[in-house]
C-alpha cells in the first residue's frame, strides 16, 4: 500500500506538472526540481514503514514469548518419595495413555521388568515404544493404570530423584550449544576428566574428540550442528556412561552410526547393562537378539513378549520385522 501511495503521488505529480507546463504556469526545470525534492521526501517516510514493519514482527514474537513464560511449570520435581537407592524391578499394570485422550496411544499395557534385566522392545512406527519410556520418567502420566517402580507407584515418587536414577539416550541426541565437557557434565556434574574419557572411550567417541584441538573444551554448536549425527549420539551415550544410573534407557540408540562403530559400542553397552536394569528399543534387531525379553509392540497393544528364538516361532509379525531388518542391513 506505501508503495502504491508513493507512486500513484508522482503520477499525479507529473500529470498536474506536465498540464502546468504546456499551460505556461511553470517551466520544465521547476517540474523536475520539485519531483526530485519529492523523491527526498518520500524516502524518510518508506523508512519508517520499514521500522513499522520491524516493530510489528517483534511485538508478534514477544507475544508467543510471553505466552510461553506465562504457562503454568512443572510441579516441584522434589515432592514426593525419593525412591532411592533404585533397584530397577519395573511394571506396568493396565497402562493406557494418549496424547489426547480421545486418541489412546496405549491401550491395556501390562509386562514386569526385574532388577538388572535387559529387556527390549520392538514395533512399527507409531506402535507406543517411546511412549512407554516417557511415561517411565514421568514426562507423562498414564490415564489408566498404574506403573510401579520396586514396589511404590510413581505417582508417589519425586520425579527429580527419579529421573537421577534413569540414563535416556533418545533417538534424536540433543546436545546444548556449548563443549563437549559442558554437555558430559550434564551426565554427572562431579565428574573428573579422566572419567570423562574413559566415558567417550566406552562409547567409541574418544578418538573424534581427540582429533580436535581443543578436545573436551571443542564446540559442539547449537544442538550439535558441528558435529555429524553419529558423533553426536556417541556423546549421548558418553553421558549416559558417565551418569551410571541403575536404570538405562536406550531409543535407537545407534541408529545414527555406521556398522563398524555399532559392534564397538554393543560391546560396551553389554558391559553397561551388566549391573542395570536396560529397556532398549531397537530397529536393528541384532541390537535386542540377546535381550533377556523382547516385547512386540503394534498400534499400541502389546502383541507378545518371548525370546528371539520363541518369538520366530510363535509371532508371524515379529518374524516379518526381523526379515524387513535383514533386508534393509543387506541393501
Not at 75 to 92: A, K, N, Q, T, Y
Not at 201 to 218: I, S, Y
Not at 228 to 235: C, F, L, M, V
Request: net charge negative; hydrophobic share 45%; with cysteine.
Amino acid at each position: 500500500s506505501m508503495t502504491f501511495l508513493g507512486n500513484l503521488g508522482l503520477v499525479i505529480l507529473l500529470m498536474v506538472g506536465a498540464a502546468w507546463c504546456a499551460g505556461g504556469s511553470m517551466s520544465t526545470g521547476e517540474l523536475m526540481r520539485f519531483i526530485l525534492l519529492v523523491g527526498f521526501l518520500y524516502e524518510p517516510i518508506a523508512r519508517l514503514h520499514g521500522v513499522n514493519q520491524t516493530l510489528m514482527n517483534g511485538l508478534s514474537a514477544a507475544k508467543r514469548v510471553f505466552a510461553i513464560l506465562d504457562e503454568e511449570g512443572e510441579e516441584d520435581l522434589g515432592s514426593g518419595r525419593d525412591p532411592r537407592p533404585v533397584r530397577g524391578h519395573v511394571v506396568f499394570e493396565n497402562v493406557s495413555f494418549g496424547y489426547r485422550p480421545e486418541q489412546p496411544v496405549l491401550h491395556d499395557i501390562c509386562f514386569e521388568v526385574q532388577p538388572r534385566q535387559t529387556v527390549a522392545f520392538v514395533g512399527g512406527t507409531g506402535s507406543g515404544k517411546t511412549t512407554l519410556f516417557q511415561l517411565l520418567a514421568r514426562f507423562y502420566d498414564p490415564q489408566q493404570g498404574r506403573i510401579l517402580l520396586d514396589g511404590a507407584p510413581l505417582t508417589e515418587l519425586a520425579k527429580g530423584p527419579l529421573r537421577d536414577s534413569i540414563a535416556y539416550v533418545t533417538q534424536d541426541a540433543f546436545l546444548f550449544a556449548g563443549t563437549v565437557r559442558s554437555n558430559l557434565l550434564l551426565g554427572r556434574a562431579n565428574a573428573t576428566d579422566e572419567e570423562m574419557w574413559t566415558a567417550l572411550r566406552q562409547a567409541c567417541a574418544e578418538d573424534f574428540v581427540c582429533e580436535k584441538p581443543q578436545g573436551l573444551d571443542a564446540e559442539v554448536g547449537e544442538r550439535g550442528v558441528l558435529l555429524s549425527g553419529g558423533e553426536r549420539q556417541r556423546i549421548a551415550m558418553a553421558r549416559a556412561f558417565l551418569k551410571d544410573a541403575p536404570i538405562l534407557l536406550l531409543d535407537e540408540a545407534t541408529s545414527a552410526v555406521d556398522n563398524q562403530s555399532e559392534h564397538l559400542i554393543q560391546q560396551a553397552l553389554k558391559a553397561l547393562q551388566k549391573d542395570r536394569t536396560s529397556l532398549v528399543i531397537a530397529h536393528r534387531l541384532s541390537t535386542v537378539i540377546d535381550a533377556d525379553v523382547i516385547h512386540v509392540l503394534h498400534s499400541g497393544r502389546l502383541l507378545a513378549r518371548g525370546t528371539h528364538g520363541q518369538l520366530l516361532r510363535s509371532c508371524p509379525y515379529y518374524a516379518e520385522l526381523v526379515a524387513q531388518a535383514e533386508r534393509e542391513t543387506a541393501a
